[in-house]
C-alpha cells in the first residue's frame, strides 16, 4: 500500500531553520507532484508548496515564498522542505500528498495519498 512518511518536525525559535522530509512507499514516485501542505489549529488545510515528477516545476504560497525550498530526489523516493526565517505563524501540522499524473496542483482535493502530518512549532 502507498505510504507517506514524514519527519522532521519540531519545537524552533523565530528565525530558525528545518528541513521536511517525506518519504514516499507503494507507488512509483515519478508518476506522482509532490506538495506540501498545512493546518492550524481551527483553520482549513492550506497549500504550501507543490513540485512537478522531475522537479522541473514548483510553486509555493505567498506566505512562505522565499522562505521556504521544495525539492526531491527521485533515487530516494524523498519530497523535503526546506523552510527558512522561520515565524511563529507557520506554526502548524505539515502534511505531504501525491498527486498522479499532475504537473503541481495546489488544491489538496487533488491530491490522491497523503501522510500522516509532522508538527512545526515556531515560538516567538
Known amino acids: 500500500q502507498v505510504q507517506l512518511v514524514e519527519s522532521g518536525g519540531g519545537l524552533v525559535q523565530a528565525g530558525d531553520s528545518l528541513r521536511l522530509s517525506c518519504a514516499a512507499s507503494?507507488?512509483?514516485?515519478?508518476?506522482?507532484?509532490m506538495g506540501w501542505f498545512r493546518q492550524a489549529p481551527g483553520k482549513e488545510r492550506d497549500f504550501v508548496a507543490v513540485?512537478?515528477?522531475?522537479?522541473?516545476?514548483?510553486d509555493y504560497a505567498d506566505l512562505v515564498k522565499g522562505r521556504f525550498t521544495i525539492s526531491r530526489d527521485n533515487a530516494k523516493n524523498t519530497v523535503y522542505l526546506q523552510m527558512n526565517s522561520l515565524k511563529p505563524e507557520d506554526t502548524a501540522v505539515y502534511y505531504c500528498?501525491?498527486?498522479?499524473?499532475?504537473?503541481?496542483?495546489?488544491?489538496?482535493?487533488?491530491?490522491?495519498?497523503w501522510g500522516q502530518g509532522t508538527q512545526v512549532t515556531v515560538s516567538s
Open positions: 500528498a501525491a498527486d498522479l499524473w499532475s504537473s503541481g496542483s495546489t488544491s489538496p482535493r487533488e491530491f490522491d495519498h
Open positions: 507503494g507507488l512509483t514516485f515519478t508518476r506522482y507532484a
Open positions: 513540485i512537478s515528477w522531475d522537479g522541473g516545476n514548483t
